[in-house]
């Protein structure tokens, strides 16, 4: 029988949960795109099921076999003072999960070279989660140079995804709050982003997960 988890990340066979299959329908649809991916925020407070939905989107995109797709992590970052030890814990999460040795950054402009035909061999679609846990100088480097590869992709029309200069077909940076959100005097450099708000459970999802649990359990719940 499910169990209810209210920490760490939904395990579907495992736990009681809301599908959100609309949500989880248009992230996908964002990542992909009819004519090209798009670089997305993912955001909402701790708890609400970010990482969760994103690695539902995630497994569900990886089906296709259309994309190279990944998800990452930074929370380690959190407390890394330099651009090097950014670099660094960026590379280190970066070969874990797509299991292949990458060059090293010397510079954020070399950002692009980790997303090219010498590393992939599809296009590419990567999940950057806890991406607000780095400190914001950090945060409008990323951004920046995240803007930068996305307008250059734009740039290069009648082209196939995997034929571009850089592979990074759709990009999804998950935190508690949207990177438009970030307080700088020149303004968010990351304006060709579109932001997905992860709402909290509606009464209907709610009343679905309980009758789940009483129908498999058959112990009904009180309510008032």
């Not at 209810?4 to 992230?27: C, M, Q």
């Not at 996305?150 to 200069?165: A, C, D, N, V, W």
């Not at 932001?195 to 909290?200: L, T, V």
């Amino acid at each position: 029988m499910r169990t209810f988890s209210s920490y760490g990340l939904i395990e579907t066979n495992h736990h009681y949960y809301a599908p959100r299959e609309k949500l989880r329908t248009r992230t996908i649809k964002q990542l992909t795109g009819d004519q090209g991916g798009h670089y997305i925020t993912i955001w909402a407070p701790r708890q609400t099921g970010k990482s969760s939905l994103m690695h539902q989107v995630v497994e569900q995109i990886r089906q296709n076999n259309d994309f190279e797709v990944g998800m990452i992590s930074l929370q380690s970052a959190k407390n890394d003072k330099t651009d090097e030890e950014v670099f660094e814990t960026l590379l280190y999460e970066l070969s874990i999960t797509f299991n292949r040795s990458f060059a090293s950054i010397q510079t954020w402009k070399d950002l692009s070279r980790l997303f090219s035909k010498d590393y992939f061999e599809k296009p590419l679609i990567l999940v950057i989660d806890e991406f607000d846990s780095l400190e914001e100088d950090f945060i409008n480097k990323f951004a920046n140079e995240f803007r930068n590869i996305y307008l250059r992709r734009q740039s290069q029309t009648g082209m196939k995804s995997i034929e571009k200069s850089c592979l990074l077909h759709g990009l999804a940076l998950i935190g508690v709050r949207s990177v438009l959100g970030i307080e700088n005097v020149k303004g968010s450099p990351f304006n060709v982003q579109r932001s997905i708000h992860i709402p909290n459970l509606t009464s209907d999802e709610v009343k679905h997960i309980f009758n789940w649990y009483e129908k498999e359990s058959n112990n009904p719940l009180i309510r008032k």
